[in-house]
């Protein structure tokens, strides 16, 4: 490794994290790349243990740090640099003056870096953490942190080190197509983020379906293959040439989950027609005064009943309804013949839909009509 550094055989590789909406690349996460001329490729996961095991981790920052910003000098664009600082190495307590000093070496400006972490280099020692972090901070350096949804992810390391970036593992976005539950966790990583003013990087973006589904999920950033491999200096050019570059900005902060919530509450709350949502198993979900007074019950004593036992002769209309937004059918208005001869009314249903297309249930719109008598 000495000599691999003294003759330069590691090299850095530069890989793009784009604007989802845009394109344009905001970031490059700098990656350490070693090709021996007897052994060949030599991964990252042998080399950096090595580094760290015999006092090289510092040497190996050091060069990657310079390599790359002396490469990055002449590329035009507002982006960032990010750079992987391993663990060990971020607990350091001169770790923050080797990397200031190795950029600031180039001419490159340190307010355009940024360093990658993972839980693991909070878990140990987080003063510590707090420590290096604040020294960057206030150099204008932001602190990402990688591989949120794996190994310890707390929120508890959220709160003891305001990081300004939150990456997600690229495992939740490769089975969102499949799992519900993985759409769940990248939303609700999404939200969080939004919450926090942390912009959320997806990792692992390989295909336009995936793209799309976290565009829906507002979702500001991603990395992937669809986007770009880590490329060598020499190609990344012609990369920023075609999709352009971009400022990696905050967040805004988004209204809470809560503050949504409440909002949707009102709405329901001061609509003048009867207004309900069943879910996929027709659960009654959410149902506002009109809709209770149309049933003669109390609108909390709705809520996760069975429309069939509300209105055992509504059910099979609406479950046909929910076989029709399955398919993509559109659902016709229907006529509603109310339980306990309460006279008709006219049903409006629409499928309710998560920002992924996934079908969560019916909401339904009730319009009592004139009686005939």
Known sequence: ????????????AFQPIVHLKTGAIACFEVLARWTDESFGPVPPARFVPVAERHGLAASLARHIIRSA????????????????????????????ALFEESVQATGFPLERTKIEI????????????????????????????????????????????????????????????DSEESRQIVGAVIGLGRSLGAPVVAEGVETEAQAEALARLDCEYAQGW????????????????????????????YPSGEQRLAKMEAIYSSAPVA???????????AANRHFSALMGMDARALSGRSLGEIDPNAMAQVHSDL?????????????????????????????????????LGLSLAVLELPSQG
């Open 1 to 12: 490794m000495e000599a691999a550094l003294r003759s330069g055989a590691i090299r850095p």
């Open 69 to 96: 910003c002396l490469g990055a000098l002449d590329w035009n664009g507002d982006f960032r640099l990010a750079f992987n600082i391993s663990p060990l190495h971020f607990q350091d307590r001169a770790m923050p």
């Open 118 to 177: 993972t839980e693991t280099a909070v878990i140990g020692d987080i003063e510590g953490a707090r420590f290096a972090a604040d020294l960057l901070r206030g150099k204008g350096v932001q602190i990402a942190l990688d591989d949120f949804g794996t190994g310890h992810s707390s929120l508890t390391r959220l709160r003891a080190l305001p990081f300004d970036e939150i990456k997600l593992d690229g495992s939740f976005v490769r089975t969102m197509a």
């Open 226 to 253: 669809l986007f770009g491999r880590p490329v060598p200096a020499t190609e990344v050019p012609a990369m920023l040439h075609a999709r352009g570059a971009m400022a990696f900005e905050p967040t805004s902060r």
């Open 275 to 285: 207004l309900f949502f069943v879910d996929r198993a027709l659960r009654i979900g």
């Open 323 to 359: 076989e029709r937004a399955r398919r993509g059918e559109p659902i016709p208005p229907r006529i509603w013949f109310l339980p306990a001869g309460r006279g008709a009314a006219l049903c409006h249903t629409a499928p309710a839909r998560d920002e992924t297309g996934e079908l």
